[in-house]
């Protein structure tokens, strides 16, 4: 089934869209009844299956939902929906380690629920995407972390060098469920729509202890948060980080403190021009009415024109050329990114990794050329060579081992054959032309150039 949205479907949505753009006033009363149509639920269906997500509570996973039949298991599910007698399962509760410590618990619902919170998204989302802020990039159609970082830089090369960067403590897990509600009602007013969507919401978290004894929490009694791994979840909390946003922008902050914001899901900076400690106390006064707050330990003031400052991976903030020796505003892979990058190398170059050479070299490609997608952007040129090097020293490392070659490898393995005959990618070709690049032209990807103001 093809993952391109049926017209049927992308004609709804369009329909939704218009009327909620043209009347922001408007609430819809008739939603409900769409999310059980045939189309909408094998579009999910299909859209669920390519994430190929790990089963739920029950542990139904894809491959027995194709052995029973998609046509009945969806069917059956319809009927659920159309009888109003569905209900979600618990949410089985990962934890995933975070690549600076702790772990971020991720909350993975079931099949079934996963291709209903789908089906609703596909209704609900082009209605919510007319009054979100055009400084919301994150989880959007047709925007990117990628977008929000080029915006940031655009702002920073413009002057806005007074930096809040903001981080928000426990956003997921601190969203209250009767404010975010009265966002969504807002808008909607189908009362089963609703009721869906609070279902979802009040669902109980299901989690294992060591001896493997099951443990349950929230539920009905549950009053805050929307668990991190829902389809639906990134939309909510979309929704109730516009009311920030739009906030923002009706009384005028942009204008009173010459500021421009930047919002990735929880993620956000203010950019001013000398008014960043205003700004960031109205933003605190903001959130803190909304139920949220910022982490004060890792929320910081920043002058861009002086110090770097990191966002969605990258690191912007003064550089000076090596060749002339003047400084502009970059943006740059963080070195964060890159080592986190060179950990995951290394995990597959290990020494007793037995898969054939071809496969090994698909899987190094795969990574180096998604880490190269997202960081295509600014002043690259240096994070692709300490890549390159370190995939370089480690396939020919490897290699020695595999080959029990004595001494360093070189003769046997330059460059040349590892990047070559080896089949293994090279950053720097990706983007950047040749491996040595003329160091004028390096300069002028780097961003800001001779435009930028100049550092103090």
Not at 118 to 142: C, M, N, T, W
Not at 229 to 250: C, D, E, H, K, T
Not at 323 to 348: D, F
Not at 404 to 417: F, H, N, Q
Request: some cysteine; charged content about 30%; hydrophobic content about 35%.
């Amino acid at each position: 089934m093809s993952l391109v949205t049926p017209d049927r479907i992308r004609r709804l949505q369009r329909k939704l869209y218009i009327k909620a753009k043209s009347e922001p006033a408007f609430r819809f009363y008739m939603l409900y009844d769409k999310i059980w149509r045939d189309d909408i639920l094998a579009h999910s269906y299909a859209l669920c299956r390519s994430n190929r997500g790990a089963p739920g509570v029950d542990g139904v996973t894809f491959d027995q939902v194709k052995a029973q039949g998609v046509p009945e298991w969806l069917a059956d599910l319809k009927e659920e929906l159309r009888a109003k007698t569905y209900r979600p399962d618990a949410v089985r509760r990962v934890d995933i380690p975070k690549p600076g410590g702790g772990v971020r618990p991720l909350g993975i619902p079931t099949i079934r629920d996963r291709v209903v919170q789908q089906a609703a998204k596909l209704v609900l989302e082009p209605i919510f995407e007319a009054d979100f802020d055009d400084s919301a990039h994150g989880y959007r159609p047709r925007r990117s972390a990628l977008g929000a970082v080029k915006e940031v830089h655009k702002a920073i090369c413009k002057g806005y060098t007074d930096v809040v960067d903001a981080d928000l403590s426990k956003f997921f897990h601190t969203i209250p469920h009767h404010d975010l509600m009265q966002s969504v009602a807002r808008r909607v007013s189908d009362k089963w729509m609703l009721k869906l969507v609070k279902s979802w919401l009040k669902a109980p978290v299901e989690e294992r202890g060591d001896r493997g004894r099951r443990r349950r929490t929230g539920g009905k009694g549950s009053k805050h948060g929307t668990p991190q791994g829902g389809v639906i979840s990134p939309l909510l909390a979309n929704i109730y980080m516009n009311r920030f946003l739009r906030a923002w922008r009706q009384r005028g902050k942009g204008q009173k403190y010459n500021a421009i914001v930047v919002n990735y899901a929880d993620d956000f900076v203010i950019l001013s021009k000398g008014h960043a400690v205003e700004a960031l106390a109205w933003s605190q006064w903001a959130l803190e009415s909304m139920g949220l707050r910022l982490n004060e330990a890792k929320t910081t003031l920043v002058n861009a024109r002086e110090n770097h400052f990191d966002f969605l991976g990258y690191t912007f903030g003064p550089e000076r050329y090596r060749r002339g020796g003047h400084w502009y505003l970059s943006a740059k892979p963080s070195k964060k990114a890159v080592r986190r990058m060179k950990a995951k190398l290394k995990r597959v170059l290990f020494r007793s990794n037995m898969s054939p050479w071809p496969d090994i070299a698909r899987r190094l490609n795969w990574m180096l050329r998604g880490w190269a997608s997202y960081f295509s952007y600014g002043t690259r040129l240096m994070a692709y060579r300490a890549i390159d090097n370190l995939v370089e020293q480690r396939t020919r490392q490897f290699l020695q081992r595999r080959h029990k070659v004595s001494g360093s490898g070189t003769r046997r393995w330059p460059d040349d054959v590892i990047f070559g005959q080896l089949g293994v990618q090279r950053l720097r070709t990706l983007h950047l032309g040749p491996v040595r690049v003329p160091r004028r032209e390096t300069s002028r990807r780097a961003g800001c150039g001779k435009t930028a103001s100049p550092v103090r």
